[in-house]
DNA sequence: CCCGAACCGTACCGTACGGTACAAACACTT
DNA sequence: AAGTGTTTGTACCGTACGGTACGGTTCGGG
């Protein structure tokens, strides 16, 4: 990932589908979630959402530039809000510490981005990989970019303390997430408990903070 | 085939493969690990196995059949050690922690887990995610089993406290692997200090007994 | 009202691949 | 040596799907 590599990645530029594009993309979508990869055909999506094979490939160059783009549009749908304002109680900091875990954790498990998280890992190791950047450029580092900051916050305020922020983060995520994202993506279907995604985050939470509180 | 014979997970059964078998087996593994689930031809298989398609379809039955084979054979080889007698030091149990944890870092890390997953994880929401519960059953399920019963030996010489083992073992796993798995699932390369799986197992193992420890 | 651009629907092509059929080669028993 | 089963190699079939071409239709601007 150095400063060179402008001669790829066509999918980097910003993104402004047409209205029309979004929806031809939205059904593109329920189409994945439904029925996984070999249910997004050119020729079904054509016929779902009622536009020609011709359109989809003059807006999407070819399938892979589809598939490209619903990841795109998925993750451009999805924001997490930026900190909000300050927040100086410490109580407070707590509690946005749970509702960005909790909002993580309803995210990731969503079946829409269990779906696109499997279609970029089947892409995987074929053609370098192009989704899966794509993926965590567009996703996963936005998230994490975002919690850095509000974990940059609550040491600026000396309510937890670390060095690495990203390590920090980490540590967060793995204490939330465990192996229930895995498991999901396998198909596996989540416990009672796994399904009460705030307490996970209490929890997770709760053991961050046995780690890193101040 | 057989008509109706059986009404649950034909790959259940246990598997005896033939020594021939295991060499077109690992042969396939080879394929999938080298260029994804897309490079896995029946003819391809044969191809570089020497052998025909028609014992594939004979020995395998069809495509998935030969999936699942791949998938419960690979399985078959991982096996993590069973705890080693009785380890009463306290210093050598934390030992064993991390000596699993750094295992199971290893196995989920290396290159055929991770096409193993990938494929897995491709057909995971088409066809009911028959290759995903297997690969939970034969690998996470069996690796859980194990840390449980190493965690419930600490517990009962009073090193460590939990109420769950099994939540105790998901914790050690969400501070061990952390999202390293999920990214390079997605292709995404490790960091520096990642691909130092042993000193990544020493810090989960540290921060699981400032959670954990007695 | 006309023109061109964008778009729809459908038909079509090429190919890759799963699955089957079959003849020749090998192996193993009697 | 003959018979029987298994494996190989190849050729073949059907089909699903990516990609293209094209005639017909809508729609906005002049």
């Not at 100086?88 to 510490?97: G, I, M």
């Not at 690495?164 to 999901?184: C, S, T």
Request: charged letters at 25%.
């Amino acid at each position: 990932m150095s400063m060179s590599a402008r001669t790829i990645d066509p999918e980097f530029e910003d993104i402004a589908f047409t209205p029309r594009q979004e929806a031809v993309l939205e059904h593109a979508l329920a189409l994945l979630v439904g029925g996984g990869e070999k249910a997004l055909t050119t020729a079904g999506l054509a016929r779902t959402a009622n536009c020609s094979k011709e359109s989809l490939y003059k807006w999407f160059g070819d399938r892979d530039g589809l598939l490209a783009a619903v990841v795109a549009y998925q993750a451009s749908k999805v924001h997490f809000p930026p900190e909000s304002g300050a927040t100086a109680d410490a109580e407070t900091f707590k509690a946005h510490l749970v509702a960005f875990a909790t909002e993580l954790l309803a995210v990731l498990f969503g079946e829409t981005s269990l779906a696109l998280n499997r279609l970029s890992i089947g892409q995987s190791n074929r053609d370098d990989s192009r989704l899966g950047r794509l993926l965590l450029v567009r996703g996963k580092h936005m998230i994490s970019a975002r919690a850095r900051s509000l974990l940059e916050a609550g040491r600026h305020r000396g309510l937890i303390k670390f060095n690495d922020a990203e390590e920090a983060y980490q540590v967060l995520y793995g204490l939330a997430v465990r192996d229930v994202h895995i498991r999901l993506l396998l198909g596996d279907t989540p416990s009672d408990a796994e399904r009460d995604l705030e307490a996970q985050a209490r929890d997770a939470v709760d053991r961050f903070y046995r780690l890193f509180g101040a």
